[in-house]
């Protein structure tokens, strides 16, 4: 059973340039989040979907959105990108989302902003 | 607001000893808590998910408690290896609206000699 798999592992960009990254969940699984990875700040939440509809937010500026398709593939984009946004970032899918399920992480995408 | 932390930050120990890694809560009110594990600038590994009813759970070498009323769970990792090098994470489930998210500590770095 494959895993959740992000792509691309690995990116650099540009200040002020956009980025979007991609998602898939185990098959099955309906719950996508995201996370955000970086030596100060640990592990931050920055969203979650199901079916298509975000349900949770995280404390992140209106800079980052994602979005996720009928077969519950995620994308999430950070537009006007700062230094800042250098991180890893991590998406995790679960079978509903609900809070008893066990959330599974994909291998991450590593930006860098220069 | 949920605040994890974990204790020690880092550990390094020989190989072949038992040892144990702290994570405290400070909001009782969780559905699960699960233990991660994570390879430098790799993603996320599950190792064991407690649910809120349970007090403990394990898998192999590793065994994990949890007390909800006190805020506390600890990860025990019998005849430790060279291969358990790794940043331990532990993270706890909130229910915030209609959405689960984890909210992470800061993890502890493991080191096991030879």
């Known amino acids: 059973k494959a895993g959740v798999t992000q792509t691309p592992r690995y990116l650099i960009k540009t200040r002020g340039q956009q980025v979007t990254l991609s998602c898939s969940p185990i098959?099955?699984?309906?719950?996508v989040s995201w996370y955000q990875q970086t030596p100060g700040q640990g592990l931050q939440f920055l969203f979650e979907?199901?079916?298509?509809?975000?349900?949770n937010k995280g404390n992140f500026p209106g800079r980052f959105s994602g979005r996720q398709f009928s077969n519950s593939r995620s994308e999430m984009n950070v537009s006007t990108l700062e230094l800042g946004d250098s991180a890893l970032y991590l998406c995790a899918s679960s079978w509903s989302g609900a809070p008893n399920t066990e959330a599974f992480f994909g291998q991450g995408t590593r930006l860098t902003v220069v | 607001k949920q605040e994890v932390t974990q204790i020690p930050a880092a550990l390094s120990v020989p190989e072949g000893e038992n040892l144990v890694l702290n994570c405290s809560f400070t909001d009782s009110a969780i559905y699960n808590l699960q233990w991660f594990r994570q390879d430098p600038g790799k993603g996320l590994t599950s190792l064991l998910l407690i649910q809120s009813s349970q007090r403990e759970q394990t898998s192999g070498r590793l065994n994990a408690s949890l007390d909800k009323s006190s805020g506390r769970s600890t990860l025990y990792i019998a005849a430790s290896q060279p291969g358990d090098s790794a940043t331990y994470l532990c993270a706890v489930a909130d229910f915030t609206g209609t959405a689960s998210k984890l909210t992470f500590g800061t993890g502890t770095r493991l080191q096991v000699t030879l």
């Open positions: 098959s099955g699984h309906r719950s």
């Open positions: 979907y199901f079916s298509e509809t975000q349900r």
